[in-house]
C-alpha cells in the first residue's frame, strides 16, 4: 500500500532527460544554432571562390556534432555531479568543477572544428574571423547549457536551505513545546506539596484548596498548546491563582495589578504571571507581620511583576520556572526577560508580544 505519493518536480530542479525524444529534441535545436553560426561566419568573411556557393557536408556534420557534443559533455558531467556531489554539498568544488570541465571542452570542439574547416573554408585574411566566431558560436550555446544548469542548481540550494530553515523552525516548535510541557508537572508538583502541608495543618483549608485549585487548573490545561494569550485572560489566571494562596496564607499575602485596558490586548506566553506569583510566594515569609507585597504593572511594553523580599531561609527550588520562563522568551522574541533585585526588592520585566 503506498502512502505517500510522489510528487512531481518542478521544471526548474530536474535534471535533462536521456529520454529519445530530450536527446532529439536537444539535437535538433543545437543543430539548427550550429549551421546558423556557420552561415553567418561565412557571410561576415571571406570565402574561398569554390566555396561561395556551396559549403561542403563534411563542414556541416563537424560543426552541429561538436556543438552537440559540447552540449551532452555539459550535461552527462551535470548528471554525474548531482550523483557524487549533490546541491548543496560542496557547492563550490560542484561549480568549479562544472564550469572548469565545460570550458576545457570547448577549447577542444574549437581545435576539432578549426581543423576541419580551416584548410577548407578559411582565407588568410579571414582567418581570425573565422575562429573568433566559432569560438563565440560555442562560447553562446555552452552559455545557454551552463544558464539551464546553473538556474536548477541555484533553485535547489535555494530550496534546500528553505528545507534546513523550516527543519529549524520544527525544531524550536518541538523545544517550545518541550518547555510547555514541563511546566505542567511543574505546576501540579508545587502546588501539591503545598496542599500535602494544608492536610496535616489544616484539613478545612485543604478541601477549599482543592476545590479552587481544580478551576485553576482547567486554565493550566486550556493553555497547553498555546504559544501566546491575552494578558487580560493571563491577568485573569493570576488573580485566581493568588486568590487560592490568599485563602490560605491570608493577610500575609497582598497583591496589586494596575494595567490599563489598551495593555490588556497585548499577548504574553501562558502561565507566565502564575510562575512569577509562585515564584515569590515561594521563596519569601508570608505572615501578617511581614506580608509579601506583590505588585503587577504594564510598563513600556513588559509586564512588571515585583515583590518585597523576605527571604525564607531554607526554600528547595529546581529553578525550573524562572529558567523555563527565559528559555521560551528566547524562542519566542528578541526582547529578553530582566531580572532585577537588591536587598529589599525582586523586579522581573516580560515582554508584551
Known amino acids: 500500500m503506498q502512502l505517500h505519493s510522489k510528487k512531481k518536480q518542478e521544471l526548474a530542479l530536474r535534471l535533462p532527460s536521456y529520454e529519445p525524444t530530450s536527446i532529439f529534441g536537444r539535437f535538433v535545436i543545437i543543430s539548427i544554432i550550429s549551421v546558423l553560426i556557420l552561415h553567418f561566419i561565412a557571410y561576415v568573411t571571406k570565402l574561398p571562390p569554390d566555396m561561395e556557393k556551396k559549403i561542403p557536408a563534411i563542414i556541416y556534420i563537424v560543426v552541429i556534432v561538436a556543438f552537440n557534443l559540447a552540449v551532452e559533455t555539459q550535461i552527462i558531467l551535470d548528471n554525474i555531479l548531482e550523483r557524487f556531489l549533490p546541491v548543496p554539498k560542496k557547492i563550490k568544488l560542484r561549480l568549479f568543477l562544472q564550469v572548469g ?77 518541550s518547555l510547555q510541557d514541563q511546566l505542567n508537572p511543574h505546576f501540579l508538583f508545587n502546588n501539591l506539596s503545598v496542599l500535602k502541608s494544608l492536610i496535616i495543618y489544616d484539613p ?49 499575602l497582598m497583591l496589586d495589578a494596575n494595567i490599563s485596558s489598551e495593555e490588556l490586548d497585548k499577548e504574553i506566553a501562558p502561565l507566565t504571571g502564575q510562575l512569577l506569583i509562585e515564584n515569590a510566594i515561594k521563596h519569601n515569609i508570608t ?31 529546581t529553578k525550573t520556572g524562572l529558567r523555563n520562563l527565559v528559555r521560551r522568551y528566547e524562542m519566542l522574541t528578541e526582547k529578553e526577560i530582566v531580572v532585577q533585585y537588591d536587598d529589599e526588592r525582586f523586579e522581573v520585566k516580560v515582554p508584551l508580544l
Open 287 to 317: 505572615s501578617k507581620e511581614t506580608p509579601l507585597k506583590i505588585s503587577v504593572v504594564a510598563s513600556e511594553g513588559y509586564l512588571v511583576v515585583a515583590n518585597n523580599l523576605n527571604l525564607r531561609t531554607t526554600s528547595y527550588s
Open 204 to 252: 478545612d483549608i485543604a478541601v477549599d484548596f482543592t476545590e479552587n485549585f481544580t478551576d485553576v487548573y482547567r486554565y493550566v490545561l486550556q493553555s497547553k498548546n498555546k504559544k501566546l494569550v491575552k494578558l487580560k485572560d493571563e491577568l485573569d489566571f493570576m488573580k485566581a491563582y493568588f486568590a487560592l494562596h490568599k485563602e490560605r496564607l491570608g493577610e500575609g
Open 101 to 177: 570541465v565545460g570550458v576545457l571542452f570547448l577549447i577542444v570542439a574549437h581545435r576539432v572544428i578549426m581543423a576541419v574547416i580551416e584548410p577548407k573554408l578559411v582565407l588568410d585574411n579571414s582567418r581570425s574571423g573565422v575562429i573568433l566566431g566559432m569560438a563565440a558560436g560555442l562560447i553562446f550555446v555552452q552559455m545557454v547549457a551552463n544558464s539551464l544548469t546553473m538556474t536548477r542548481i541555484t533553485r535547489k540550494w535555494l530550496n534546500s536551505q528553505e528545507v534546513i530553515e523550516k527543519m529549524k523552525l520544527e525544531k524550536l516548535e518541538m523545544d517550545y513545546n
